[in-house]
């Protein structure tokens, strides 16, 4: 017989079991219950996850297979269906919330003494992007995507230093990528890398107003006056580096600041691809090299 810890009792001690009191504590999640706790709960879907259970009556088939070994794994209340589902339906999300923060926290500071992504670069790089799930429409009629099809989006914004998502929200599909910048939590001196899809000028300068840097590609029929380029080095993939005001009535009243807008070649696809950033100070310095140039994103 074995009388060490189970693998699962092992991994339950990594997480800070006060922490989690406290929020229950706050926001009252085991008011008028006797037997199954919040801490039940969240042990039981912690098993379900690490398990891939795929059902709440999966869920309790497993786990009172071996009813003895329930104590052992932390589990005090009966892990039935019934109880699970009354649990998932009625405890305050908020407490899962506070205590996914709590240990992301902590999962970042594993990470502080990596390589850093760039040498030159000691910022928290973010990396923001969205993806469609499917889902079947007469079943979550409220997933709203197209006439014939449903469809949940979730968003994610990600720190590329260990690979820990900072931000998830969940939407109907029909959700535009871009309206998530008026929720994702600013960190100052931080770079958020975005694709195309995220380019509003007037959410970017709110990022930029906020001190956080951005780095999104930029649209084919971008409008900008150029005001002087800075030198490059022909034997990288930069073919083009710029500080350039944005042209058109509404885009020049959204983002009325400089921008660097960085031209480089992809010998794998054979493409150009175009970026636009706010961090402009290293290229303040620089002496224009040209007279200024109005022109669009095709254009080196």
């Not at 690979?163 to 939407?171: A, L, V, Y």
């Amino acid at each position: 017989m074995n009388p060490g810890k189970s693998v699962f009792s092992q991994i339950v001690d990594l997480y800070p079991k006060y922490h989690f009191d406290k929020l229950v504590q706050k926001y009252k999640g085991d008011f008028n219950i006797r037997h199954f706790k919040t801490w039940d709960q969240f042990l039981c879907m912690t098993f379900a996850q690490l398990t891939y259970r795929s059902s709440l009556r999966d869920i309790e088939a497993c786990l009172l297979a071996q009813p003895q070994k329930l104590y052992h794994m932390g589990i005090n209340g009966k892990p039935s269906r019934n109880n699970i589902a009354r649990a998932n339906q009625k405890r305050d999300w908020r407490i899962y919330y506070d205590f996914a923060q709590v240990l992301i926290e902590r999962a970042r500071g594993l990470y502080q003494h990596e390589d850093p992504i760039s040498e030159e670069l000691d910022s928290t790089v973010y990396a923001l992007d969205a993806t469609t799930i499917d889902l079947c429409l007469s079943m979550f009629p409220w997933a709203t995507f197209r006439k014939t099809k449903g469809a949940i989006k979730m968003h994610t914004l990600l720190d590329l230093k260990g690979s820990i998502p900072s931000f998830i929200e969940i939407t109907e599909g029909s959700v535009h990528e871009v309206r998530i910048l008026d929720n994702i939590p600013l960190e100052p001196g931080s770079f958020y890398l975005m694709d195309r899809g995220y380019l509003d000028f007037k959410r970017l300068y709110n990022i930029h107003k906020g001190f956080c840097y951005f780095v999104i590609r930029a649209k084919k029929n971008l409008k900008f006056r150029r005001q002087y380029s800075n030198p490059i080095d022909p034997m990288t993939k930069i073919r083009a580096d710029q500080i350039c005001i944005l042209e058109g009535f509404y885009a020049k009243q959204n983002y009325p600041e400089k921008l660097r807008r960085i031209k480089i070649y992809d010998a794998d696809t054979e493409s150009y691809l175009t970026f636009l950033t706010n961090k402009v100070r290293l290229c303040e310095c620089s002496e224009p090299q040209s007279e200024p140039f109005v022109g669009q994103a095709r254009s080196a």
